[in-house]
């Protein structure tokens, strides 16, 4: 599913393929997808405007527009991707990695469109239709991005509280941009069970979580995504990829977590 990688991935498409074209068409029926707008209003808000420039924190995005226009939001959901076509054929997308066997030119699960007058277009293709577009997104209730979290804020978000650390680092109003797979690596690399209340986390241990969250997020957006995170072999394979150990599994902050109970302890440390 996308993570921070990913919606990376697909803002750097959007800023390299789709900024500085005019905007002739909006295709905005899809309710589900662009609620609480009714069709017709992006529509509006968009014809004659070009994207000027294109933004990201945490797993949201959002486009600036032309002439004090309003803020184009858009979220990726758990399978969305941008696709921008070419009247050429060409095409290049960001966002989930998943094809699904999709070709090129194949676009039956396009929830949102633009049209560019050039005829080119920006599309959000998302299977499961679990993403998003509005206008004027309250960026404002997120947390710090994790790209570029300071040490002094990921201390704060972390300084208080018996929630599971696994929790608490998917609580986007903490930490914006870690999800599921994420978190697991990150856990993973710092060697600090999922289970951990937050209050009971020593120094050194938030020291090497904030160091295994900026090494994990720098390799996957390097990589392609969290797909090539080492620790999804607990998963795939059920032993840790660094002793062997049998994984363990179970669920924390409402999503199902992999560590290794060797190098993972739970308990006092």
């Known amino acids: 599913m996308p993570e921070l990688p990913e919606v990376e991935n697909a803002r750097a498409v ?9 905007v002739v068409g909006v295709d905005d029926h ?3 997808v662009c ?15 070009e994207l000027t420039v294109a933004h990201r924190r945490g797993k949201s995005m959002w486009c600036e ?8 939001g858009i979220h990726l959901g758990m399978s969305g991707k941008i696709v921008v076509a070419d009247p050429d054929g060409a095409e290049v ?9 999709r070709a090129k030119g194949d676009y039956r699960f396009a929830r949102f469109a633009l ?4 005829g080119g277009r920006l599309m959000l293709v998302d299977p499961r239709r679990l993403g998003r577009i509005r206008l004027d997104p309250p960026i404002e209730v997120l947390g710090p991005d994790a790209t570029d979290i300071t040490a002094a804020q990921f201390r704060a978000a972390l300084r208080r509280g018996t929630a599971p650390i696994k929790a ?23 060697r600090v069970h999922p289970g951990t209340p937050v209050d009971d986390l020593t120094p050194d241990e938030v020291t090497a979580l904030l160091r295994a969250t900026r090494y994990a997020i720098r390799t996957s ?7 090539t995170l080492q620790s999804l072999r607990l998963r795939a394979e059920g032993r840790c990829p660094r002793d062997g150990t049998p994984a363990a599994h179970g669920t924390f902050g409402g999503r199902t977590t992999w560590w290794c109970p060797l190098e993972q302890r739970e308990g006092p440390r």
């Open 168 to 190: 608490r680092l998917l609580d986007q109003h903490a930490v914006a941009g870690i999800g599921n797979l994420l978190a697991d690596d990150i856990l993973w690399r710092a």
């Open 14 to 22: 959007i800023a390299r393929a789709a900024l500085r074209r005019r």
């Open 35 to 49: 609620r609480p707008h009714p069709p017709g209003q992006i529509r509006d808000a968009l014809i004659d405007r």
């Open 30 to 32: 899809d309710t589900w």
């Open 65 to 72: 527009t032309s002439e004090d226009g309003p803020i184009l």
């Open 93 to 101: 997308d960001g966002g989930d990695y998943w094809e699904r066997g």
């Open 221 to 227: 957006v390097r990589d392609g995504g969290v797909h």
């Open 115 to 118: 049209t560019f007058a050039d």
